[in-house]
Protein backbone atom coordinates (compact mmCIF):
# COMPACT_ATOMS: atom_id res chain seq x y z
CA UNK A 1 0.00 0.00 0.00
CA UNK A 2 1.65 3.21 -1.27
CA UNK A 3 -0.63 5.81 0.19
CA UNK A 4 0.47 9.07 -1.45
CA UNK A 5 3.04 8.69 -3.82
CA UNK A 6 4.50 12.53 -5.37
CA UNK A 7 6.42 13.09 -8.49
CA UNK A 8 9.31 14.31 -8.79
CA UNK A 9 10.55 14.55 -5.14
CA UNK A 10 13.09 17.69 -6.35
CA UNK A 11 13.00 19.69 -9.67
CA UNK A 12 14.81 22.98 -10.55
CA UNK A 13 13.32 25.69 -12.63
CA UNK A 14 14.32 28.80 -14.34
CA UNK A 15 11.77 32.21 -13.92
CA UNK A 16 9.26 31.62 -16.45
CA UNK A 17 9.04 28.17 -17.08
CA UNK A 18 6.35 25.46 -16.23
CA UNK A 19 5.97 22.37 -14.77
CA UNK A 20 3.16 19.80 -13.51
CA UNK A 21 3.52 18.14 -10.07
CA UNK A 22 1.78 15.31 -10.00
CA UNK A 23 -0.22 13.21 -7.26
CA UNK A 24 -1.96 9.77 -6.72
CA UNK A 25 -3.37 8.14 -3.85
CA UNK A 26 -4.30 4.38 -3.95
CA UNK A 27 -6.44 4.77 -0.24
CA UNK A 28 -9.37 5.05 -2.88
CA UNK A 29 -10.03 8.51 -0.62
CA UNK A 30 -12.33 11.51 -1.89
CA UNK A 31 -10.63 14.94 -0.73
CA UNK A 32 -7.10 15.18 -1.99
CA UNK A 33 -4.89 18.84 -1.00
CA UNK A 34 -1.85 20.48 -2.26
CA UNK A 35 -0.05 22.65 0.36
CA UNK A 36 3.26 24.63 0.44
CA UNK A 37 5.68 25.21 3.43
CA UNK A 38 8.21 27.63 3.24
CA UNK A 39 11.35 27.49 5.43
CA UNK A 40 10.44 28.39 9.68
CA UNK A 41 6.52 28.47 8.73
CA UNK A 42 3.74 26.02 8.59
CA UNK A 43 2.20 24.47 5.76
CA UNK A 44 -0.36 26.75 3.59
CA UNK A 45 -3.24 25.13 1.25
CA UNK A 46 -3.11 26.02 -2.53
CA UNK A 47 -6.18 23.96 -3.87
CA UNK A 48 -7.88 21.19 -2.72
CA UNK A 49 -10.66 18.74 -4.63
CA UNK A 50 -13.34 18.17 -2.09
CA UNK A 51 -13.98 15.08 -4.51
CA UNK A 52 -13.29 13.71 -8.18
CA UNK A 53 -14.51 16.40 -10.56
CA UNK A 54 -14.28 19.55 -7.85
CA UNK A 55 -11.52 22.08 -7.29
CA UNK A 56 -11.36 24.61 -4.71
CA UNK A 57 -9.18 27.73 -4.11
CA UNK A 58 -6.98 27.76 -0.75
CA UNK A 59 -5.53 30.16 1.34
CA UNK A 60 -2.90 30.91 -1.49
CA UNK A 61 -3.51 30.08 -4.91
CA UNK A 62 -2.47 32.83 -7.15
CA UNK A 63 0.17 31.58 -9.84
CA UNK A 64 -0.71 27.85 -9.59
CA UNK A 65 -3.49 25.57 -11.26
CA UNK A 66 -4.68 22.10 -10.33
CA UNK A 67 -6.25 19.37 -12.08
CA UNK A 68 -8.51 16.60 -10.85
CA UNK A 69 -7.69 13.93 -13.14
CA UNK A 70 -9.71 11.04 -11.69
CA UNK A 71 -10.62 9.84 -7.93
CA UNK A 72 -6.78 8.73 -7.89
CA UNK A 73 -5.10 11.61 -9.06
CA UNK A 74 -4.24 15.24 -8.04
CA UNK A 75 -1.82 17.96 -10.22
CA UNK A 76 -0.61 21.07 -9.35
CA UNK A 77 0.54 23.19 -12.12
CA UNK A 78 2.70 26.23 -12.73
CA UNK A 79 2.46 28.12 -15.71
CA UNK A 80 5.06 30.72 -15.10
CA UNK A 81 7.31 29.94 -12.49
CA UNK A 82 8.60 32.66 -10.26
CA UNK A 83 11.10 32.81 -7.30
CA UNK A 84 8.55 33.27 -4.75
CA UNK A 85 7.55 29.52 -5.64
CA UNK A 86 10.15 28.29 -4.37
CA UNK A 87 9.18 26.09 -1.48
CA UNK A 88 8.33 22.28 -0.71
CA UNK A 89 5.18 21.16 -2.09
CA UNK A 90 3.34 18.19 -0.17
CA UNK A 91 0.02 16.80 -1.66
CA UNK A 92 -2.26 15.37 0.82
CA UNK A 93 -5.52 12.94 0.70
CA UNK A 94 -8.18 12.41 3.01
CA UNK A 95 -11.50 10.20 3.58
CA UNK A 96 -15.01 11.42 4.09
CA UNK A 97 -15.27 10.37 7.56
CA UNK A 98 -12.56 11.76 9.44
CA UNK A 99 -9.72 14.45 9.29
CA UNK A 100 -7.03 12.21 9.15
CA UNK A 101 -4.50 13.26 6.43
CA UNK A 102 -2.24 11.57 4.48
CA UNK A 103 0.59 13.00 3.38
CA UNK A 104 3.45 12.47 0.53
CA UNK A 105 7.20 12.89 0.83
CA UNK A 106 6.74 16.13 -0.80
CA UNK A 107 8.37 18.07 -3.92
CA UNK A 108 11.58 20.42 -3.01
CA UNK A 109 11.11 23.11 -5.80
CA UNK A 110 13.55 25.55 -6.65
CA UNK A 111 13.12 28.52 -9.18
CA UNK A 112 16.07 30.40 -9.90
CA UNK B 1 -10.21 25.72 12.12
CA UNK B 2 -10.77 26.71 15.52
CA UNK B 3 -8.19 28.48 16.96
CA UNK B 4 -5.69 27.59 18.66
CA UNK B 5 -2.70 28.12 20.73
CA UNK B 6 0.56 26.04 21.12
CA UNK B 7 3.94 27.34 22.59
CA UNK B 8 6.61 27.70 19.85
CA UNK B 9 8.92 25.31 21.57
CA UNK B 10 9.31 22.68 24.29
CA UNK B 11 12.46 20.78 25.27
CA UNK B 12 12.52 17.28 27.13
CA UNK B 13 15.02 14.34 28.31
CA UNK B 14 15.03 11.10 26.60
CA UNK B 15 13.14 9.07 28.01
CA UNK B 16 10.66 11.05 29.97
CA UNK B 17 7.27 12.09 29.08
CA UNK B 18 6.53 14.81 26.83
CA UNK B 19 3.63 17.06 27.66
CA UNK B 20 2.01 18.97 24.74
CA UNK B 21 -0.48 21.75 25.55
CA UNK B 22 -3.07 23.37 23.28
CA UNK B 23 -5.74 25.79 24.24
CA UNK B 24 -8.32 25.62 22.00
CA UNK B 25 -10.62 28.03 23.76
CA UNK B 26 -13.61 28.46 21.01
CA UNK B 27 -13.86 25.11 19.96
CA UNK B 28 -17.53 23.88 19.38
CA UNK B 29 -19.21 20.72 20.78
CA UNK B 30 -19.17 18.88 17.71
CA UNK B 31 -15.69 19.63 16.76
CA UNK B 32 -12.57 17.47 17.28
CA UNK B 33 -9.03 17.77 18.40
CA UNK B 34 -6.51 16.70 15.76
CA UNK B 35 -3.11 16.33 16.36
CA UNK B 36 0.10 15.89 13.31
CA UNK B 37 3.72 15.84 13.60
CA UNK B 38 6.63 16.97 11.03
CA UNK B 39 9.76 15.26 11.49
CA UNK B 40 12.03 17.43 8.94
CA UNK B 41 11.48 17.71 5.98
CA UNK B 42 9.05 15.18 6.00
CA UNK B 43 5.29 15.12 5.22
CA UNK B 44 2.99 15.91 8.13
CA UNK B 45 1.72 12.38 10.25
CA UNK B 46 -1.18 11.93 12.12
CA UNK B 47 -0.97 11.03 16.05
CA UNK B 48 -4.37 10.85 17.15
CA UNK B 49 -7.89 12.44 18.28
CA UNK B 50 -10.54 13.06 19.90
CA UNK B 51 -13.75 14.66 21.15
CA UNK B 52 -14.36 14.61 24.79
CA UNK B 53 -12.76 11.59 25.98
CA UNK B 54 -9.26 10.76 26.87
CA UNK B 55 -7.69 8.24 23.90
CA UNK B 56 -5.04 6.54 24.04
CA UNK B 57 -3.21 4.83 20.63
CA UNK B 58 0.28 3.22 19.90
CA UNK B 59 1.87 6.54 19.50
CA UNK B 60 0.50 9.06 22.05
CA UNK B 61 -2.06 10.02 24.76
CA UNK B 62 -4.58 12.82 24.11
CA UNK B 63 -6.22 14.49 27.41
CA UNK B 64 -8.98 17.01 26.68
CA UNK B 65 -10.33 18.99 29.72
CA UNK B 66 -13.70 18.67 30.72
CA UNK B 67 -14.72 21.82 29.31
CA UNK B 68 -12.79 21.44 26.26
CA UNK B 69 -10.92 24.66 26.12
CA UNK B 70 -7.53 22.76 25.79
CA UNK B 71 -5.76 19.94 25.50
CA UNK B 72 -2.12 18.23 25.98
CA UNK B 73 -0.82 15.81 24.38
CA UNK B 74 1.48 13.61 26.01
CA UNK B 75 4.51 10.80 24.37
CA UNK B 76 4.91 8.90 27.46
CA UNK B 77 8.55 7.70 26.74
CA UNK B 78 10.32 10.27 24.14
CA UNK B 79 12.80 9.00 22.25
CA UNK B 80 15.22 11.24 20.13
CA UNK B 81 12.91 10.29 16.70
CA UNK B 82 10.22 11.81 18.50
CA UNK B 83 11.98 15.21 17.65
CA UNK B 84 9.22 17.05 15.43
CA UNK B 85 7.37 20.46 15.01
CA UNK B 86 3.58 18.90 17.11
CA UNK B 87 0.64 20.83 15.51
CA UNK B 88 -2.83 20.97 17.06
CA UNK B 89 -5.40 21.40 14.76
CA UNK B 90 -9.44 21.81 15.41
CA UNK B 91 -10.99 21.25 11.94
CA UNK B 92 -14.23 23.63 11.60
CA UNK B 93 -17.36 21.15 11.28
CA UNK B 94 -18.20 20.39 7.56
CA UNK B 95 -15.48 22.15 5.99
CA UNK B 96 -13.08 20.29 4.36
CA UNK B 97 -9.84 21.52 4.60
CA UNK B 98 -7.47 21.88 7.77
CA UNK B 99 -5.38 24.26 8.70
CA UNK B 100 -1.56 23.96 9.79
CA UNK B 101 -0.68 26.54 12.03
CA UNK B 102 3.59 26.86 13.49
CA UNK B 103 2.47 24.54 16.14
CA UNK B 104 5.62 23.11 18.83
CA UNK B 105 8.79 22.26 17.80
CA UNK B 106 9.75 19.20 20.57
CA UNK B 107 13.38 19.02 21.13
CA UNK B 108 14.34 15.69 22.64
CA UNK B 109 17.53 15.73 23.75
CA UNK B 110 20.02 13.13 24.70
New interface residues.
Given amino acids: NAGVTQTPKFQVLKTGQSMTLQCAQDMNHNSMYWYRQDPGMGLRLIYYSASEGTTDKGEVPNGYNVSRLNKREFSLRLESAAPSQTSVYFCASKSTTNEKLFFGSGTQLSVL | DAKTTQPPSMDCAEGRAANLPCNHSTISGNE?V?W?RQIH??????II?GLKNNETNEMASLIITEDRKSSTLILPHATLRDTAVY?C?V?IYGY????????TMLLVSP
Fill in positions: YYYSQGPQYHYIPSTLTFGKG
